[in-house]
C-alpha cells in the first residue's frame, strides 16, 4: 500500500513527463528528495528521465511561484531591459501548485511577473506542510537521522531513540489555520479537491499578540527579531518580493543601515512586512526557511488579518478582483489614515 | 606541553574564576531551540551539543559590524573630517567548547587576513578552549576537508570528554596559563590511553590536493553547476553561517554631522556583491553566484593558500532552505 503522498508523486510524475514528452512545456518544476532527513529541494526537471526524480512529501515547504518569473525568462531568447518580448509564442513551464502556491501565482499574474499562457499548473490539493522546528522539539532537539512517513504520523529515527508523532500535531502554523488549502487555478488536478476549511479562529496567534499592551508588543517585537543574521532568506523565497534592486541593498540613498544593529534589523523587517500587505498569501515560506527560527510570518499575517477586516479581501482567490493597495473605490475605508491630531483629541 | 585533568564537576567552577579575567562565552540553548554562543552564566549548568552551535564563532574575530573608524562631517567642527580609531576592546574574550572545524576556521581566515589590524587584533584578544568530538553529525565532514574530529589547530586548549572528567591539552603558551589553578590535577594512565584511542583514529582523505590538481577552466565550465544553481534562492543562509566566508563590504553611516565608516557581512549570493559603479555586473547571473562559492572555496582558496576554504562544519547543508548540499558539489567538483 502506498501512502497519499507516494500516490501523489507518482501522479506528479506521470503528468510531467507525458508534459515534457510532448514538448507541451520545456521545463517542469517540482520538488524531489533532499540529501538529509526532511529535506525536499526544488528541482527543475528538462526531460523524461529528469521527471522520474520528481517527488512529494509533507517537506515542500518553499513556494515554488518563486522561481516562475525567473524560470519563464531563462527561456526567453536574450535580450536589454526595455526591450519588448518577441513575438510569437514562448516555451511553458509546468509547475506543481498547492493552494497557497496557486494563490501566489494568481497574484503574480495580476502584478505581470508571469504569464498565464505560460504555465501548466498541476494542482495539489495541500495536506499541510511540516514545521522542522515542531519536529525537532517532539524530540527534545536531538539529532533526527531517519523520517518515514505515514499518512497520519511519522516514525522518526535518532542516534538511540525513535518515536511516533501525531503528523498534524507538527504541522506548520500557517498550514493549520489555512482555509483555503485547494489550487484556485489549475489545468490539471491530483487527487480531489477537499473543499474550503472552516476555521473559526483563524487569526488566534495575531489576536494574542493584539491583545498585548503597546509596551508589551514592542518588546515582542524587538525580541523576536533580535537574532535576525540579515541573510534575507525571508526575502529571497517570496514570490512577492521581485524588486530588481530591493531596498534594504540600495545604497544611495541608504534607506537602511546594513549590519546587525537592532534599529535597522526592525526597519527591514517592518518595511519587507508592508510590502506584502493585500499581497501575501500566507504560504510561511519566509519562516519555514529562517536559519534563527525568526516568526516574522506574523507581521505579515497581522496585515493580513486587518485587509480581510478592512477591505473584505484576501489575495490569489479570483484574479480578476483587484489588489486592494493598486485600485480606489469610495467605499474604502479611510479612519486609519494617520491625519493630523487636534489639540484636545489626544488619547 | 603536558596534559591534566579536570573532574566535570568542577569545570563550571573553573569558567566561573575565569569570568574575572575574560569575557567567556560557550554554547547556550536559545529559546528558538538551538544552541547558540552566548555569555557564559554561573550556576546555569554548562551545555555541550554534539557538533556545532548554530552560529559560527568568526563573530568573535568579524563582527557584524566591525567600526574602522569615526569621523566628523560638520565644516564647522575643529575635528572634521579627521579620522578617530574606535576604542579598542579591553577585556580579553574566551569561547569555550569550540569544536575542531570551527577552531580551524580561525586559522583558514587568518590567511586572507593576514595584514588586516582589525582581524589580528582580535586573534590575539580572544582565547579558543576546544572541544574535541566523540560523536559526529550526519551533517560533519571535516575529515574531506583537512580537518579531523580530533584536530587541535587554531586552539589554546584542547579538552577530550570522558566519562566523569575531561582530559585538558595545552596547545599555546596562552593555553597552558588557563590551568595553573589547583583545580587541575594529573590525568590517570588510563585516561591519557582513552585518548590516544580516540586520537589514533584514521582521518578520510583531504580533497584539497586533488582540487588544486584540477583544470581551473575544466570546473569552471563544468555541466552540473546549472542543476544546482536552479534550486538556490541567492540568500546569505550558507554564507553567513559559514565560519570560513569572510567576505564584506564598507559602508559611512551619518548622522547629524558625526559618522562611522562599518565593515559588515557580505555573500558572493547576493547580486550587488560584484556590481560595478558603471551598473556592469560581472556575476550578473544566478549560475555565476553559485558557482562562485564553491569555485572560491574549493579552487581559488586552495590555489592560493593551501587548503581548502571549507571545514566540513556542515552548517550550509543543516540550513539551506533548499538543500543544497555542499558534500554533493564537493564531489561533483572531484569528478570532474
Ligand atoms: S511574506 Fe511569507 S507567507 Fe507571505 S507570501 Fe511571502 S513567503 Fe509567503
Ligand atoms: S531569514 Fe531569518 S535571519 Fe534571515 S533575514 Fe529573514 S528573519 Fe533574518
Ligand atoms: S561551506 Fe558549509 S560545511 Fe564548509 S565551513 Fe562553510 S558552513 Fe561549514
Ligand atoms: S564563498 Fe563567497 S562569501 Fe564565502 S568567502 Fe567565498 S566569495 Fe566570500
Ligand atoms: S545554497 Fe542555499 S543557503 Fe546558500 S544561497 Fe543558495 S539557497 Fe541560500
Known amino acids: 500500500m502506498s501512502t497519499v503522498n507516494e500516490k501523489i508523486a507518482g501522479q506528479i510524475q506521470q503528468i510531467a513527463t507525458q508534459l515534457l514528452e510532448s514538448k507541451e512545456v520545456a521545463l517542469f518544476l517540482g520538488y524531489t528528495q533532499g540529501t ?10 528538462r526531460d523524461v528521465e529528469d521527471a522520474k526524480r520528481l517527488s512529494w512529501s509533507s517537506f515542500c515547504v518553499v513556494n515554488l511561484a518563486n522561481y516562475l518569473p525567473g524560470l519563464l525568462r531563462s527561456l526567453e531568447p536574450p535580450r536589454r531591459p526595455n526591450e519588448p518580448p518577441p513575438e510569437g509564442p514562448l516555451p511553458k513551464v509546468g509547475v506543481v501548485a498547492t493552494g497557497c502556491w496557486s494563490r501566489n501565482m494568481v497574484v503574480q499574474i495580476q502584478e505581470n511577473q508571469i504569464d498565464r499562457e505560460r504555465v501548466v499548473i498541476v494542482g495539489v490539493p495541500s495536506r499541510g506542510m511540516v514545521d522542522r522546528r515542531k519536529l525537532q522539539e517532539s524530540v527534545g532537539q536531538r539529532e533526527i537521522t ?3 512517513e505515514d499518512d497520519n504520523s511519522l516514525l522518526i529515527r535518532g542516534n538511540g531513540f525513535e518515536k511516533v508523532i501525531n503528523r498534524w500535531d507538527v504541522i506548520r502554523d500557517n498550514c493549520q489555520t489555512c482555509v483555503h488549502p485547494d489550487p484556485v487555478i489549475y489545468d490539471r488536478l491530483v487527487g480531489s479537491l477537499s473543499g474550503d476549511r472552516n476555521i473559526p479562529d483563524r487569526f488566534r496567534q495575531v489576536e494574542e499578540i493584539e491583545a498585548l499592551s503597546v509596551e508589551e508588543r514592542w518588546n515582542w517585537f524587538q525580541e523576536e527579531i533580535s537574532s535576525c543574521i540579515r541573510c534575507y532568506a525571508c526575502r529571497n523565497v517570496c514570490p512577492l518580493c521581485y524588486c530588481p534592486t530591493c531596498f534594504v541593498d540600495d545604497s544611495r540613498p541608504q534607506w537602511v543601515g546594513k549590519s546587525k544593529e537592532q534599529v535597522d534589523t526592525a526597519l527591514f523587517h517592518i518595511v519587507r512586512a508592508y510590502h506584502c500587505a493585500g499581497r501575501c498569501t500566507d504560504c510561511g515560506s519566509c519562516e519555514s526557511v529562517c536559519p534563527m527560527g525568526i516568526k516574522m510570518r506574523l507581521f505579515t499575517r497581522k496585515l493580513q488579518k486587518d485587509c480581510l477586516e478592512l477591505f473584505d479581501f484576501e489575495p490569489g482567490l479570483d484574479p480578476d478582483i483587484p489588489l486592494p493597495l493598486t485600485t480606489y ?7 486609519f489614515i494617520l491625519t493630523q491630531i487636534r489639540k484636545g483629541d489626544e488619547k | 606541553m603536558k596534559p591534566l585533568a579536570i573532574e566535570k564537576t568542577l569545570v563550571e567552577d573553573w569558567l566561573g574564576d575565569l569570568c574575572d579575567d575574560f569575557d567567556v562565552f560557550s554554547p547556550s540553548m536559545t529559546k528558538k531551540g538551538f544552541y547558540d554562543w552566548a555569555p557564559f552564566q554561573s550556576g546555569t549548568g554548562l551545555q555541550v551539543p554534539t557538533g556545532v552551535p548554530k552560529s559560527s564563532i568568526k563573530t568573535f574575530f568579524f563582527p557584524q559590524p566591525e567600526v574602522l573608524f569615526h569621523f566628523k562631517a560638520s565644516v564647522s567642527d575643529p575635528d572634521a573630517y579627521r579620522l578617530k580609531e574606535p576604542d579598542c576592546q579591553e577585556r580579553k574574550a574566551l569561547l569555550f567548547g569550540v569544536r575542531p572545524c570551527d577552531a580551524r576556521s580561525v586559522v583558514l581566515n587568518s590567511m586572507p587576513y593576514e595584514p588586516d589590524p582589525y582581524f589580528q587584533a582580535r586573534r590575539k584578544n580572544t582565547l579558543i578552549v576546544g572541544l574535541l568530538c ?32 575531561y582530559l585538558v591539552e595545552p596547545v599555546s603558551e596562552r593555553g597552558q596559563a588557563l590551568i595553573s589553578s589547583t583545580i587541575f590535577r594529573k590525568p590517570k594512565e588510563q585516561e591519557i590511553s582513552l585518548v590516544q584511542e580516540l586520537y589514533a583514529r584514521k582521518n578520510g582523505e583531504d580533497a584539497a590536493s586533488t582540487l588544486r590538481g584540477k583544470e581551473l577552466m575544466a570546473l569552471y565550465e563544468a555541466p552540473f553547476w546549472n542543476q544546482v544553481s536552479q534550486s538556490c534562492i541567492n540568500c546569505g543562509t550558507c554564507t553567513f553561517l559559514c565560519p570560513t566566508c569572510y567576505c564584506f563590504d564598507i559602508q559611512d553611516e551619518t548622522l547629524r554631522g558625526k559618522g562611522r565608516r562599518i565593515r559588515y557581512w557580505d555573500s558572493c549570493m547576493f547580486p550587488l556583491f560584484t556590481q560595478h559603479a558603471s551598473g556592469h555586473n560581472p556575476r550578473g547571473d544566478k549560475i555565476k553566484r553559485v558557482r562562485n562559492r564553491f569555485m572560491h572555496k574549493f579552487k581559488y582558496f586552495p590555489d592560493r593558500f593551501g587548503p581548502v576554504s571549507c571545514v566540513g562544519c556542515g552548517r550550509c547543508v543543516r540550513d539551506c532552505p533548499v538543500n543544497i548540499d555542499i558534500r554533493q558539489v564537493l564531489s561533483n567538483m572531484l569528478g570532474v
Not at chain 1, 473605490?329 to 479612519?335: A, H, I, K, V, W
Not at chain 2, 566523540?134 to 570522558?162: I, N, Q, V, Y
Open chain 1, 36 to 45: 538529509v532527513p526532511g529535506a525536499m529541494q526544488p528541482f527543475v526537471a
Open chain 1, 146 to 148: 531517519s523520517i518515514q
Open chain 2, 134 to 165: 566523540k560523536e559526529s553529525c550526519s551533517t560533519c565532514f571535516c575529515k574531506w576537508t583537512g580537518g579531523s574530529p580530533t584536530g587541535r589547530e587554531g586552539m589554546d586548549l584542547a579538552l577530550m570528554e570522558l566519562e566523569d572528567s
Open chain 1, 329 to 335: 473605490s469610495t467605499s474604502d475605508p479611510e479612519d
